[in-house]
């Protein structure tokens, strides 16, 4: 999500050690190959871009979408990694860039944005659709390493840029995480003319770091009637889903969950740009959002313990523009939204909160298994406005009009900003995997021990990862098993069966 005036960015070392290396900074480029010449690109049904010479890839990939016309399909190779030093651009209506086979695992080839960056700018994308001809796109099966990997914010577009003045594109498939700037998936309005996109089954993030300012979003989306579904969106920072407007959207079925960063909502309907918080036929529904979950040791007697990072989602649904900017838009409001059967577990500073809001019917939203409602006011609250304590539902009914509501809202007097919170430092306030209380039939969620300790009793990096991994698998069980089922029945059905769709 774009704050005003703030330049968004992103943040997780960890999920791209492994291309550190190949990252330009400071006006470096990537190391390049060793051939010089122009190679061709392969360009029959079964072949795929060679990846090599390096430093003629970017340009042989860009002029074969640019020079074959509507229909053309860009293939990359299994278990290929392509060192790109500037966007590939759709050029035509219908082309296509995928891997050959059409793979849903690691084995999908992997773009990676190695373009130089210097001072605070410079290459961000991997992958544009923005084009005035780029009606029909479809960008499917490959992974994009956006390669952050702890360098300072870049200005410039997400990891993938599509949408623009275009109908029924395409996103399927697709892994993308760590990009070095405000989103792994933008689809952009294009002036409002935008139209029926779709983004499904792709596998995102981690986006962003929870450090001040330097948060991503998973998945943006502005374009109208869009189609956002099935989609696992892990460790975004700033917004899971964000729809910027976008009327006529619908957003089902996709899972959001956070391990070791503080994400800031899980799905945002505040944004006043480019709509005018027009959220018309919009509906959000039957997606699963899991706040931070207990990494200690689990207790067959208690509901809460630890969590190494003190991870929460601080709104799991947020619902008009007050409730994130504060005063920043005045009197401007999110209107004619519906917001049905979405399910939240673990921790969060406030499962869901209305503000601004007009016009609106928010019904049929559950908490799942174990759950907490924590945090407290941080350094950028307001001092003369007061902080509503943290809790399942809340509405500030001074500004929600025409607005129908579950019973469980709270009233506050105040929703301004609540994205200010913080939470706790350290404590037993998590909830152990998001099972249901120790006394039901259920029981909770295995944690592993970890395999290693420093030796000031601190776990090592593996141990962490290992630990927040393990909580989370009880709960993504449930909520993805029906995804991966058809995924997987996708997958063996085989390649040309799967081209034949669109």
């Not at 899972?255 to 018309?280: E, F, R, S």
């Not at 959002?289 to 990494?295: H, K, M, N, R, V």
């Not at 009009?401 to 809202?409: N, P």
Request: charged share 15%; with cysteine.
């Amino acid at each position: 999500m774009k704050l005003p005036c703030v330049a968004l960015s992103a943040l997780f070392a960890a999920s791209a050690s492994a291309f550190h290396s190949a990252r330009g900074h400071e006006g470096l480029s990537v190391e390049r190959g060793f051939h010089d010449s122009l190679s061709p690109l392969r360009r029959d049904d079964t072949s795929c871009v060679d990846p090599n010479p390096q430093n003629t890839l970017t340009d042989r990939m860009n002029n074969a979408l640019s020079s074959s016309g509507p229909g053309y399909v860009l293939q990359l190779c299994q278990n290929t990694q392509y060192f790109i030093e500037a966007p590939i651009l759709f050029a035509a209506p219908d082309q296509e860039i995928s891997t050959v086979g059409y793979p849903t695992g690691d084995e999908r080839g992997m773009l990676v944005v190695s373009g130089p960056v210097a001072n605070g700018q410079g290459h961000t994308t991997a992958v544009d659709g923005t084009c005035g001809t780029c009606g029909g796109v479809k960008l499917r099966n490959i992974q994009i390493n956006g390669t952050r990997a702890g360098f300072p914010p870049t200005g410039g577009g997400a990891n993938i840029e599509m949408g623009g003045a275009n109908s029924d594109q395409l996103i399927e498939y697709v892994h993308s995480f760590d990009p070095r700037s405000w989103s792994c998936l933008h689809v952009a309005e294009g002036g409002l003319n935008c139209n029926n996109v779709t983004v499904q089954n792709n596998d995102i993030g981690p986006c962003g770091s929870d450090a001040f300012q330097q948060w991503a979003d998973g998945i943006s989306v502005s374009c109208r009637s869009a189609v956002v579904r099935n989609n696992l969106i892990n460790n975004p920072t700033d917004g899971g889903i964000v729809l910027f407007g976008a009327p006529g959207t619908l957003v089902e079925n996709n899972t959001i969950w956070v391990v070791n960063h503080t994400l800031l909502g899980g799905i945002n309907m505040v944004d006043v740009v480019p709509w005018g918080g027009d959220y018309t036929d919009t509906i959000v529904r039957n997606n699963t959002i899991i706040g931070g979950l207990a990494t200690d040791s689990n207790s067959s007697e208690a509901s809460l313990g630890a969590n190494i990072d003190d991870v929460i989602i601080k709104i799991g649904i947020a619902i008009g523009p007050q409730t994130w900017f504060a005063s920043f838009f005045g009197g401007n409001v999110s209107s004619n939204g519906t917001v049905l059967d979405n399910q939240l577990t673990g921790a969060f500073g406030y499962g869901m909160a209305i503000t601004s809001a007009y016009n609106f019917t928010v019904q049929g939203n559950t908490l799942i298994g174990n759950t907490s409602f924590i945090g407290s006011r941080g350094p950028n609250c307001s001092q003369s406005d007061p902080t509503p304590n943290p809790s399942p539902f809340v509405i500030d009914q001074s500004n929600v009009t025409a607005t129908t509501t579950q019973s469980e809202f709270q009233t506050i007097p105040d929703g301004d900003g609540l994205t200010c919170i913080v939470p706790p430092d350290g404590g037993d306030y998590w909830p152990y995997g998001g099972n249901p209380v120790p006394d039901s039939s259920t029981p909770p969620t295995t944690v592993p021990e970890p395999s290693s300790a420093t030796s000031n009793g601190g776990l090592s990096g593996g141990a962490k990862a290992g630990i927040a991994i393990g909580v989370i698998l009880g709960v993504l069980a449930i909520a993805i098993t029906s995804w991966y089922i058809r995924k997987q029945a996708l997958a063996r059905a085989g390649g040309e069966w799967q081209r034949s769709r669109y």
